[in-house]
């Protein structure tokens, strides 16, 4: 407030006072008192000198493997042999989001290494896809649920954050959510994966498409025909993306 915006509340604070008293109290108080102006609040910082919240600040992924390898934010630490990171290249036009790991997984600590991953490296060759050239592959959960179970939210959540970290380091140009657990996971949602697939989301401003996870097509040969459609449009994307990346 400024010294003369204090002077007329002063004022009319006195003014209201002697009506009330039948006397003005200013002619006995020594005069009016001097105001000064309210000292300016401190700027803000502008958004792009905040600091980063939740974000891998500083983090490599390197650091965060191996956090995630020593991790006991949940019990499934407590049943792995080996943590799931992740795999793939620095700067991926694509990250791939699964689950979690499963029993060859748990072994050899690499994500989708047994059937279902076989099967996915089949998918992603499909539409020129591939983990060594221009994709990166990880999991909901970096520890192997028991009897390769779905994991339980508690669990999903004690690993969100080093999934978070990974987004932000690698910014993917685009994110294929393998099955339910992935894209609910991923978009907050409780809607399930026959909604959700073949959509372009959004998460974070990335586009963001789902379909069924490979271990759902072993298990029912009909699934293929539609996840088939979804990556169709999924290579849509990217060619709108990255024009040349099928070169």
């Known amino acids: 407030m400024t ?12 003014t209201a006072s002697a009506q009330i008293l039948g006397y003005d109290s200013r002619e006995f108080c020594g005069g009016v008192p001097e105001f000064t102006d309210d000292p300016k609040p401190a700027e803000a ?3 792009d000198e905040a600091p980063v919240q939740n974000k891998a600040k500083g983090a490599t992924l ?33 990250m791939v989001i ?11 600590g690499r994500p989708f290494v047994g059937k ?18 221009n994709c990166y592959i990880a999991n909901i959960v970096k520890c192997r649920p028991p009897n390769n179970r779905v994991p339980e939210q508690q669990e999903a959540d004690a690993c969100s954050g080093y999934l978070a970290a990974q987004i932000h380091i690698l910014k993917p140009h685009a ?16 809607q399930g994966i026959n909604a959700l697939r073949g959509k372009m989301l959004d ?7 789902a379909t069924y996870h490979p271990s759902a097509l072993l298990h029912d040969e009909r699934l ?24």
């Not at 010294?3 to 006195?14: H, I, M, P």
């Open 3 to 14: 010294a003369s915006e204090k002077l007329d509340v002063y004022n009319l604070l006195k």
């Open 45 to 47: 910082v502008p958004s």
């Open 62 to 94: 390197e650091s965060i493997a191996s956090k995630i390898s020593v991790c006991q934010n949940c019990v499934l630490s407590k049943t792995r042999n080996n943590t799931v990171p992740g795999e793939g290249v620095s700067n991926p036009l694509v």
């Open 98 to 108: 699964g689950e979690g790991p499963g029993e060859e997984e748990d072994k050899t």
């Open 116 to 133: 279902a991953g076989q099967l996915l490296d089949k998918m992603l060759a499909a539409i020129k896809l591939d983990r060594k050239k």
């Open 175 to 190: 994110i294929l959510a393998m099955g339910r657990t992935a894209v609910q996971n991923l978009m907050k949602t409780g």
């Open 203 to 209: 998460y974070n401003g990335i586009p963001l498409m």
């Open 224 to 247: 293929k025909a539609p996840a088939w459609q979804d990556l169709k449009a999924f290579r849509e994307v990217l060619l709108n993306i990255q024009p040349d990346y099928e070169a």
